[in-house]
T-cell receptor, first 116, second 112 residues
């Protein structure tokens, strides 16, 4: 199956700093990638849709200036959490659909962000 | 508004028992997917059902898509501790750019 990698898997940062999370599709091209946030024991919450070569589409309530998304190539999307605060601590997961596969999405392993 | 209601939200049973998880909607979906997620990892796709009435089997897991394509179920026979995880159903938004609607998830614990 398709492989999506995510880096880093865990990051601890101090309040006020910025953190960049990378999401790569390893064996296929992805013009679209999705960024999710997940709270403990809960389902996925879509934050934004990352589009290669154009601006990301953010879901209602997600601050675009705080969660910067860049989709620089067909295999890489990055999420930067700017001026992180403890309430931004969460599990962030990216996914990429494999086109022609009934909308099936392939997920990265996730990034656990802890802001102290 | 398209919604997916998943039930139960939490289920804890003994090894060897059978169980069924439901994913229901008032809307028609072109397909529905089931994922399993283990703690600290991303969800992994288990199956996609596309045709109304379709039944797919994955070892001890049986997935069914309702005839009207508004609901789906996941049945596990003789559950094992390795089946423990968060089970999520998802279906595509109408006219979406491959965006999915997600159920709330079912946290399943199989006790040895």
């Amino acid at each position: 199956g398709a492989v999506v990698s995510q880096h880093p898997s865990r990051v601890i940062c101090k309040s006020g700093t910025s953190v960049k999370i990378e999401c790569r599709s390893l064996d296929f091209q992805a013009t679209t990638m999705f960024w999710y946030r997940q709270f403990p024991k809960q389902s996925l919450m879509l934050m934004a849709t990352s589009n290669e070569g154009s601006k990301a589409t953010y879901e209602q309530g997600v601050e675009k200036d705080k969660f910067l998304i860049n989709h620089a190539s067909l295999t890489l999307s990055t999420l930067t959490v700017t001026s992180a605060h403890p309430e931004d601590s969460s599990f962030y997961i990216c996914s990429a659909p494999q086109y022609g596969s009934s909308y099936e999405q392939y997920f990265g392993p996730g990034t656990r962000l802890t802001v102290t | 508004t398209q919604l997916l209601e998943q039930s139960p939200q939490f289920l804890s049973i003994q090894e060897g028992e059978n169980l069924t998880v439901y994913c229901n909607s008032s809307s028609v979906f072109s397909s529905l997917q089931w994922y399993r997620q283990e703690p600290g990892e991303g969800p992994v796709l288990l199956v996609t059902v596309v045709t109304g009435g379709e039944v797919k089997k994955l070892k001890r897991l049986t997935f069914q898509f309702g005839d009207a394509r508004k609901d789906s179920s996941l049945h596990i026979t003789a559950a094992q501790p390795g089946d423990t995880g968060l089970y999520l159903c998802a279906g595509p938004f109408l006219d979406s750019n491959y965006q999915l609607i997600w159920g709330a998830g079912t946290k399943l614990i199989i006790k040895p």
